[in-house]
């Protein structure tokens, strides 16, 4: 990847938005909502406060995250498009 995130900010992978709502009806795609599930891609070093001292990020390369619906920066890199935010507009990571 050429982006390497600052401090306390990640790049995001939205993945794929459902297809079928829970009853089975297929949604069609200009009635679909962007995802607010992704994959960390990459992720800084960590905030650094105000004493100085760095502090790690909560979130690492391939954990699967929620995110506000209008959180982050959307880029365009090698035609894949990616979101860029700081780690403070995560909600949740995702268990498996």
């Known amino acids: 990847m050429k982006l390497r995130p600052l401090h306390d900010r990640v790049i995001i992978k939205r993945l794929e938005a459902e297809t ?13 909502e962007k ?3 992704g994959e ?7 905030k650094i406060q105000e004493d100085g001292k760095v502090r790690p990020m909560a979130v690492k390369v391939g954990d699967i995250v ?12 090698d035609g894949q498009e990616l979101l860029v935010m700081r ?3 995560l909600i949740a ?3 498996k």
């Open 35 to 37: 995802p607010v599930k």
């Open 40 to 46: 960390v891609l990459a992720a800084g070093t960590g």
């Open 66 to 77: 929620l995110f506000g619906k209008y959180s982050g920066t959307e880029v365009k890199v």
């Open 20 to 32: 079928k709502s829970a009853g089975g009806i297929v949604i069609p795609d200009a009635a679909a």
């Open 87 to 89: 780690e403070e507009d």
């Open 93 to 95: 990571v995702v268990e």
